[in-house]
């Protein structure tokens, strides 16, 4: 079993910013990609932003330039920096984690956060 914890949302500002965490903890032996996707009211979730086991990161066109992900392997926990944050940021952010636990691969989904931005 697999626990994933998310923490680091929030109110703020246009233009404020706010880092979100996501640490992993159980039954793990491998952790491959990691990621964060995000809700808003009345949309389909999408994918902010993802980073490999070796670092590699890639982002949607919209956060390009304002979020950076990156991870700590040793304490199995992945971040969000966000920066320059717009009123359209606003939305449940969640991360993603696939764990491989003895012989299989599961995938993980935190229980999201809210952030939040007042124009």
């Known amino acids: 079993q697999v626990q994933l914890v998310e923490s680091g949302g929030g109110l703020v500002q246009a233009g404020g910013s706010l880092r979100l965490s996501c640490a992993a903890s159980g039954s793990i032996l491998s952790i491959n990609a990691m990621g964060w996707y995000r809700q808003a009211a009345g949309k389909q979730r999408e994918l902010v932003a993802v980073?490999?086991?070796?670092?590699?990161?890639n982002y949607a066109d919209s956060v390009k330039g304002r979020f950076t992900i990156s991870r700590d392997n040793a304490k199995n926990t992945v971040y969000l920096q966000m920066n320059s944050l717009k009123p359209e940021d606003t939305a449940v952010y969640y991360c993603?984690?696939?764990?491989?636990?003895?012989?299989?691969?599961?995938?993980?989904w935190g229980q999201g956060t809210q952030v939040t931005v007042s124009s």
């Open positions: 980073i490999t086991s070796g670092g590699s990161a």
């Open positions: 993603n984690v696939p764990v491989q636990s003895s012989t299989r691969w599961y995938n993980y």
